[in-house]
């Protein structure tokens, strides 16, 4: 073996993974009760209208007590401020892109790069990240959001965001950090139709299994100071007003110590939506009551208001003892601005025609985070990477190729929740920067990504034609995914496929990139093209990532945090199955594979890689007791490149039903050819336990299945029997 070198993942786990057991609740600080007896000071002094005044984003500055502003933005890949765009800020890879990487850390940093630029701007409170598991349904269009369809995987990613943005230890909301808000508690995915805030139903058991550990890990791991529900309900109980989630759950079960704050107009939506409510004053109580502190309008429409002293005055004027529920919510809030500080500084003065670009410390890493991203999902007879030295002309074609500068807004190729960066490097532009004048670029649009017109055909065939390789660039946009974009078919959009036959037919050489923001259901694609990336949405400076990866520059060592689908007849596929009765012949579908077009964990690489079998440092243990369980990575190509290794956990035989395997661990390792690496995990309660028939999680004794390899595939996976007695 050459180089071979151990990577001590059990050593470093409170630095990557930081788990804890259920009970572990974050505890006060002196600084926290310090804060507390100066907000229980500040609230004997406010009038009711004061107090309500406060229970809004973007509330203003009390002048009268010296109460200071908390400006809002969103976060998810970069700062965007919501209805603000003077603020050309850094534009990082989508969230579902970031997750790609499976490296937790460029999150984190990501993070911490979007508060400083917060900070700049005067924002203090962001609603980030999202938390949502991906139940399987890209039909819904925010899947982008998210950081895929695995709890374990959501909760690495989130709790790094959180630390990011937040801030730990004596940074935690300091002058460069803001507050977090995880979201959408919970289970908003989790829908009937794919669609965004539809009715969804679902067992407590599959909530605690799959939606409930992203949340449990903000709070316990990250600290995160502020929650936000989903628009749904649960148990036919609205989010916004089910004590149980919010109080029993979020508050008494998990230690939530921070404030509340409504999705957009949830509150009053209790009588518009919910129909529970008759009033708006009853919808305001309903919310108060269940633990709901701020109540978020965005654009401050009054009449989609419920905590302003229009609708509570009166109610609580003849009914006093209702005020505690305002002074609850109001201290909450308070608390969270003594955390930021901003009682102690004075607030930051923004001219809006200023342009505030980030830096270019801060556009570089964007660029790093997006080479990470990127994944290989094909690569039959080597097309990739392209050999710039043989070929003299290049096709680049399709939609999503190139996109110039909007005149409002942002770009539609960056995914949902962006900022306006201060430029956008796109495929074709990246491409163009690579080669310089080494090689003729043949561009061709093809088609407009929303219309069915094949005009632009015969000019990109004559592209393709006159060129020694062709880079189709396809896929999808935030007019096609994105909050509120959802669909009810998985295909391409408009006439792509068309435009990729006729590509096709020419007989060149052809890569395929993919940029949108869900899984989609590419079967002509995988079928017929020999080379294949997905690139989600990758910041300000996919192009120059893109071409990277296609020329070799960088090779990709991404993996899917979602299943692809076949179908939308497939849906919902991911890899959390349960046992059926495949094993028997039944289960299937008729005359179709059941199986996804490409799986939760998968992605390839230019080079090659060799599992060994995987070793324990203690085959048996105690049911209270941990292991380790080791397995060497070996670079069998003649290429450097990076490996994600997985790790996967099965209770044989429990008391309850379970999905067929679950993602317990993960490392991305880089290798140079022939070198070697030992990747170790740590095996104990956090990985091994289950929720029994009363809801407790326990390690109950017998026989466990531990894979370590690729990818969720079984024929991907290196396996080893664990023993607990």
Not at 441 to 470: R, T
Not at 676 to 685: D, E, I, R
Request: glycine share 10%; proline share 5%.
């Amino acid at each position: 073996m050459i180089g071979k070198q151990t990577v001590l993942l059990g050593l470093l786990l409170a630095v990557f993974f930081g788990c804890t057991k259920s009970n572990d609740i974050p505890k006060k600080t002196e600084k926290d009760k310090e804060i507390e007896e100066k907000v229980q000071s500040l609230i004997s002094k406010m009038t009711l209208d004061e107090k309500i005044a406060e229970m809004t984003q973007d509330a203003p500055a009390n002048e009268r007590l010296g109460i200071p502003y908390m400006k809002y933005g969103e976060a998810l890949h970069g700062l965007w401020l919501v209805l603000d765009y003077y603020g050309n800020t850094t534009v990082y890879p989508q969230a579902i892109a970031a997750a790609s990487t499976w490296e937790p850390e460029f999150v984190k940093e990501m993070a911490s790069q979007t508060a400083i630029e917060a900070r700049a701007l005067g924002v203090t409170h962001c609603y980030s990240p999202n938390l949502d598991v991906i139940s399987g349904d890209p039909r819904y269009g925010r899947v982008e959001e998210s950081y895929g369809e695995d709890p374990y995987l959501v909760s690495r990613m989130g709790v790094a965001f959180i630390q990011g943005l937040q801030g730990m230890g004596d940074e935690r909301f300091d002058e460069n950090h803001v507050i977090a808000t995880a979201k959408h508690f919970i289970g908003y995915p989790e829908n009937r139709r794919g669609i965004n805030g539809g009715f969804s139903d679902m067992s407590e058991r599959r909530l605690r299994e799959v939606y409930l550990p992203p949340f449990e890990a903000a709070i316990k791991e990250a600290r995160v100071g502020s929650i936000m529900p989903g628009h749904q309900d649960f148990n036919g109980v609205p989010n916004h007003m089910n004590t149980w989630l919010l109080k029993d759950i979020l508050r008494d079960e998990l230690g939530f110590d921070g404030f509340i704050v409504s999705d957009n107009n949830d509150i009053a939506r209790l009588g518009t939506m919910h129909f529970i409510a008759e009033t708006r004053t009853k919808s305001a109580f309903l919310g108060l009551k269940a633990g709901v502190d701020m109540d978020l309008v965005i654009g401050k429409i009054e009449k989609l208001a419920a905590y302003n002293s229009k609708v509570l005055k009166d109610t609580i004027t003849q009914n006093p003892e209702l005020e505690k529920y305002i002074d609850k919510a109001t201290s909450r809030i308070l608390k969270a601005k003594y955390q930021l500080g901003l009682f102690d500084s004075e607030p930051k003065e923004i001219d809006t025609k200023t342009v505030y670009a980030g830096s270019k410390e801060h556009q570089d890493f964007s660029y790093e985070m997006a080479k990470k991203a990127i994944i290989l999902l094909k690569n039959d007879d080597n097309v990739l990477p392209l050999d710039m030295s043989k070929i003299k002309s290049l096709a680049v074609i399709g939609p999503n190729a190139h996109e110039n500068r909007p005149k409002k807004g942002t770009y539609s190729l960056l995914g949902g929740y962006s900022g306006l960066p201060p430029f956008y490097v796109s495929a074709l532009d990246g491409i163009k920067a690579k080669v310089g004048d080494k090689v003729k670029i043949n561009y061709a649009k093809g088609c407009d990504l929303l219309s069915n017109s094949k005009a632009g055909f015969p000019a990109a065939i004559s592209a393709a034609k006159k060129s020694d390789a062709v880079v189709l660039v396809i896929g999808g946009s935030r007019r096609t995914g994105g909050e509120g974009a959802d669909r009810d078919n998985l295909d391409l959009y408009g006439v792509q496929k068309e435009l990729v036959k006729a590509i096709h037919k020419t007989g060149k050489p052809v890569v395929a990139v993919l940029i949108n923001g869900r899984p989609l259901s590419i079967n002509y694609v995988a079928e017929n093209i020999p080379s294949i990336l997905e690139t989600w949405y990758l910041g300000m400076r996919s192009g120059d990532a893109i071409a990277d990866a296609i020329f070799g520059d960088v090779n990709p060592g991404g993996k899917l945090t979602v299943s692809f689908p076949r179908s939308v007849g497939q849906v919902p596929v991911t890899y959390l199955e349960r046992p059926d009765f495949i094993g028997s012949g039944k289960g299937l579908f008729l005359k179709s594979d059941k199986s996804p077009l490409f799986p939760f964990g998968y992605g390839l690489s230019y080079t090659t890689f060799k599992y060994s079998t995987p070793k324990f440092g203690n085959a048996t243990i105690g049911a209270d007791g941990s292991t380790i369980v080791s397995v060497d990575v070996t670079n069998t190509g003649d290429r450097s490149g990076d490996e994600v290794v997985q790790m996967y956990v099965r209770d044989d035989f429990a008391s309850v039903g379970r999905y067929n395997k679950m993602l317990k661990g993960f490392k991305r390792i880089s290798l140079q050819p022939g070198e070697t690496k030992t990747v170790t995990f740590k095996l104990g309660f956090d990985e091994l336990n289950i929720l029994n028939q009363k809801m407790k999680k326990v390690v109950e004794p017998g026989t466990f299945t531990i894979s370590v390899g690729a990818s969720s595939l079984e024929k991907d996976l290196q396996k080893a029997t664990l023993r607990v007695k």
